[in-house]
């Protein structure tokens, strides 16, 4: 509990709550279907090793800098100019942009990029736009900038682009200034759905007719098992609107605790001009551009995305066996999340305080979202656990939610 007497010097930030975060279980977890980590299995262990210390002998003190003396003080805010290179250069190969290392800016993960972007284009006042169930802490990061927040509908294709539209014309019959859009479009987050191409061209459209930046949340995109991908935002883009938040933390170790945003140089700018850290790790950031640069990214995510897929097809039979009657949901192309709606004739509260009991720890689905409309939901991450623990713990689900089913 902090003293009174400084608490009463708490900033706006400060007192609007306390740090974003989730509590911990109440009860011994022993099936853990919380967080939305990479699964440890595929973790590159050897390779980061042997990476780490070749460039440790290579570069010797300069890979412990702040940043590299030959390239400058761009490094204390871009970040490394040799990993900068590298991610422009898979976007080129991936998306069709040719950004350039100026286009790219380093971040300890998505979270800080998105944090930055917040900070660079949002003003007290500026409304911000996101999905009706999204990233907590893209919100979070929004408000303490100003923004005033407005949700848009979310169906089984994401976002709903045409009740977005209804909002702009509402929004500036009453004079209000549309500043950002949030969006996840591929393997949104929490709900797992995908935004077609239709809505994507008309999402761009709109950006282009009321001049509002597209903030694409891109970390799971190249978590992809099934189907076809879709292009990207950014890859449509002919505005200069879209700026794109990318994470070796997903793709590829949790620790490694790199990011980045992508998008035309002059939108990276602002975000460079708003930091004020002193940038990322120069030691992790060059073991991520040899990883990159001796083409190791797309053979790991090869063997990792066949981990989450054969983890995905275990959780959702399972679903289908024992909760089947019991909630809705759609099984997931990619990503590592199952978002299940719980059905009416279950007594929720009763079967959610007896799955803790029981140790099965998931996230509830108002921790994403402000209304649920009546409606219970949760979100269930198979990515970090095995497929054993996946299977046992739907199971105990499953036998809860038919006990506390009424009727």
């Known amino acids: 509990m902090a003293d009174s007497r400084i608490a009463g010097l708490y900033s706006r930030v400060a007192r609007s709550g306390p740090p974003l975060f989730f509590p911990d279980p ?3 977890t022993h099936f853990n279907f919380d967080q939305g980590l990479a699964a440890p299995e595929t973790f590159p262990k050897d390779d980061i090793l042997r990476l780490s210390q070749e460039i440790l002998e290579r570069d010797g003190a300069e890979a412990l800098e702040y940043f590299d003396a030959k390239t400058g003080y761009e490094e204390m805010t871009f970040g490394y100019r040799g990993l900068r290179e590298q991610v422009a250069r898979r976007i080129l190969q991936r998306q069709g942009r040719d950004l350039g290392p100026r286009g790219v ?16 284009f949002v003003d007290p006042g500026d409304v911000v736009i996101a999905e009706g169930a999204s990233f907590p802490y893209a919100l979070r990061f929004m408000e ?3 923004a005033e927040l407005r949700a848009v509908p979310l169906d089984d294709d994401g976002m709903d682009v045409d009740a977005l539209e209804r909002l702009l014309a509402t929004l500036g019959a009453e004079g209000k200034k549309v500043k950002l859009v949030y969006t996840i479009p591929t393997f949104q987050m929490p709900t797992n759905t995908e935004m077609p191409l239709r809505r994507r061209e008309k999402l761009l459209a709109l950006a282009a007719a009321h001049g509002f930046v597209v903030l694409e949340d891109n970390v799971y995109g190249e978590l992809r098992f099934d189907g076809e991908p ?11 609107l879209v700026i794109q938040t990318g994470s070796f933390s997903k793709a590829v170790v949790p620790g490694i605790r790199l990011g ?18 002193l940038g990322t790790s120069q030691w992790t950031a060059r073991v991520m551009t ?16 066949a981990v989450y897929k054969s983890k995905c097809r275990a959780a959702v039979d399972a679903v289908r066996q024992h909760c089947g009657n019991y909630v809705r949901f759609r099984a997931p192309r990619g990503s590592f999340y199952l978002w299940l709606e719980i059905d009416d004739q279950v007594d929720w509260a009763r079967a959610a305080d007896m799955a803790a009991r029981e140790g099965i720890f998931f996230r509830p ?15 269930f991450a198979y990515s970090h656990v095995s497929e054993q623990v996946i299977t046992d713990g739907i199971a105990k689900l499953g036998a809860i939610l038919r006990e506390c089913a009424r009727g």
């Open 26 to 28: 109440e009860h011994p």
């Open 105 to 120: 800016i380093l971040t300890s993960g998505s979270v800080q990029a998105i944090a930055l972007a917040a900070n660079a």
């Open 144 to 146: 303490t900038a100003g």
């Open 230 to 240: 879709l292009p990207t935002l950014l890859s449509l883009d002919t505005s200069g």
């Open 260 to 277: 980045w945003m992508a998008g035309p140089p002059d939108a990276i700018a602002a975000l460079a001009a708003v930091r004020q850290d």
């Open 290 to 305: 040899e990883f990159l640069a001796r083409d190791m990214l797309d053979p790991h995510l090869e063997k990792a995305v």
């Open 365 to 379: 689905g108002q921790r994403f979202m402000d209304s649920t409309d009546g409606r219970q939901f949760l979100r």
